[in-house]
């Protein structure tokens, strides 16, 4: 398979989207990669004598679910990522995440082509949970 040339490309094209299913699993495994045993990512008992639905997603994870909608779109190989800033906008619960992006910009200079992006995840009702603005320079 070949990667996509910068060409192919252009403002208002979108990633296919993409669906996760965030289940304690999926958390728990998350909890032992990053190291991030916070009880709010894997006890549900606890959070709901905290006063809470149950427990919540890492925000990270969040993001890596984001990240991996662009770069199953536009692989490592053809492209770099240069920058990017995540909002958060509501925790993410357990369930199905939707994720997807949308070029919003488009810039060709000598020795530079950048591609700026709008990434985002959904939650299962299509409430908006996070969002990032991203730039890829195609290598």
Do not use: N
Not at 21 to 28: G, K, N, S, Y
Not at 100 to 117: N, Q
């Amino acid at each position: 398979m070949t990667s996509p040339r910068f060409e192919e490309f252009h403002i208002g094209m979108q990633a296919p989207e993409q669906r996760f299913e965030v289940d304690t699993l999926t958390l728990v495994k998350y909890c032992g990669a990053a190291d991030d045993y916070a009880r709010q990512h894997w006890d549900h008992l606890y959070m709901t004598q905290m006063g809470f639905g149950g427990v919540v997603g890492h925000g990270w994870l969040t993001f890596a679910y984001m990240c991996r909608t662009v770069t199953d779109w536009v692989p490592l190989e053809a492209a770099d990522i240069r920058g990017y800033a995540v909002r958060y906008h509501r925790p993410t619960l357990p369930g199905v995440l939707h994720c997807g992006a949308e070029i919003t910009g488009k810039d060709e200079a000598p020795g530079k082509r950048r591609l700026t992006l709008k990434l985002w995840a959904r939650d299962a009702a299509g409430e908006i949970i996070a969002s990032s603005p991203m730039t890829l320079e195609f290598v």
